[in-house]
Nanobody, 126 residues
Framework: QVELVESGGGLVQAGGSLRLSCTVS????????MAWFRQTPGKERNFVAF????????DYADSVKGRFTISGDNAKNTKYLQMNNLKPEDTAVYYC???????????????????WGQGTQVTVSS
């Protein structure tokens, strides 16, 4: 397992941008898969974006396509979520997740990920 630490959350106005960072410590390998999820009080944790460690495969929730971009800098053991044109409905706690041996069909499933960061709050005002 690896340790994950998120940063970059904050308060922004609608239409603004934020970049979230997820720094990974511990053993990393080409078999590591990472994703961003978000959760609001009383709601389930929802998939946002996915990337494999080497960055060759990405996927996004329909609600963020065209606005969010997931990327990484493996030399820094860090993955990023660039969020542009933010909307009030993007308000949530954002979590970075990591796992290994994730079947393709389960990559959007929070239960498939063994390691989680502490979360970072993103608030978008109207």
């Amino acid at each position: 397992q690896v340790e994950l630490v998120e940063s970059g959350g904050g308060l922004v106005q609608a239409g603004g941008s934020l970049r979230l960072s997820c720094t990974v410590s511990g053993r990393t390998s080409s078999r590591l898969y990472m994703a961003w999820f978000r959760q609001t009080p009383g709601k389930e944790r929802n998939f946002v974006a996915f990337i494999n460690w080497n960055g060759g495969n990405t996927d996004y929730a329909d609600s963020v396509k065209g606005r969010f971009t997931i990327s990484g800098d493996n030399a820094k053991n860090t993955k990023y979520l660039q969020m542009n044109n933010l909307k009030p409905e993007d308000t949530a706690v954002y979590y970075c997740a990591a796992g290994q041996q994730i079947i393709h069909s389960q990559r959007l499933n929070a239960e498939a990920y063994a390691s989680w960061g502490q979360g970072t709050q993103v608030t978008v005002s109207s």
